[in-house]
């Protein structure tokens, strides 16, 4: 069973559509993030929820936005899309706030914005 | 969010010890150092972490300075599957979040 699972992990759509990201960890973890790598291979992290509260918001446009009905399942839905949104979209779990251990990442989400 | 520095890549030869070195001058009391890894097209992966004493596991040794101000992780004998490229992060105590450089890439050669 794969601990952090995201979908799609392909998604190709035109600019201006909305789409979504969907994350499920089955770790049983409070805690889970967003991370954005661009096509420089940078990692930077959008969000993070604890028990489906928003915790971390770093100055990500407010077409993004994440919804966490559970505390295992984060998405990420982002409206009109922009050439720029093209990256691959990382979701990554961790057992709570305060944790100083190890984050769990799923295997990516690659979002082409054409 | 104190800062890392590393090299942009490094090259190894099979089945030999490497040497990551990652400086991080700036290091407060309370921050942890972790290393991740992220294999081509993967997500990233926990490689260790510390905060004052060294650290073994079934993956590497973390090696950290006795000032803190740098750290080296030692992959024992390299293999082509540890071709990647590896982090070197600060996360505090109540740190949430982890804040990501470069890296360094990490070539292995047969």
């Known amino acids: 069973d794969t601990a952090v699972s995201q979908t799609p992990k392909y998604l190709v759509t035109q600019m201006g559509n909305d789409k979504s990201i969907k994350c499920e960890q089955n770790l049983g973890h409070d805690t889970m993030y967003w991370y954005k790598q661009d096509s420089k291979k940078f990692l930077k992290i959008m969000f993070s929820?604890?028990?489906?509260?928003?915790?971390i918001n770093e100055t990500v446009p407010n077409r993004f936005s994440p919804k966490s009905p559970d505390k295992a399942h984060l998405n990420l839905h982002i409206n009109s899309l922009e050439l720029g949104d093209s990256a691959v979209y990382f979701c990554?779990?961790?057992?709570?706030?305060?944790?100083?251990?190890?984050?769990?990442f799923g295997e990516g989400s690659r979002l082409t914005v054409l | 969010d104190a800062k890392t520095t590393q090299p942009n890549s490094m090259e190894s030869n099979e089945e030999e010890p490497v040497h990551l070195p990652c400086n991080h001058s700036?290091?407060?009391?309370?921050?942890?150092i972790h290393w991740y890894r992220q294999l081509p097209s993967q997500g990233p992966e926990y490689v260790i972490h510390g905060l004052t004493s060294n650290v073994n596991n079934r993956m590497a040794s973390l090696a950290i300075a006795e000032d803190r101000k740098s750290s080296t992780l030692i992959l024992h004998r390299a293999t082509l599957r540890d071709a990647a490229v590896y982090y070197c992060?600060?996360?505090?105590?109540?740190?949430?979040?982890?804040?990501f450089g470069a890296g360094t890439i990490l070539r292995v050669k047969s």
């Open positions: 990554a779990s961790s057992p709570g706030t305060g944790w100083t251990g190890e984050l769990f």
């Open positions: 929820y604890n028990n489906k509260e928003l915790i």
């Open positions: 700036t290091i407060s009391g309370t921050d942890y």
């Open positions: 992060i600060l996360r505090d105590s109540n740190g949430n979040k982890l804040v």
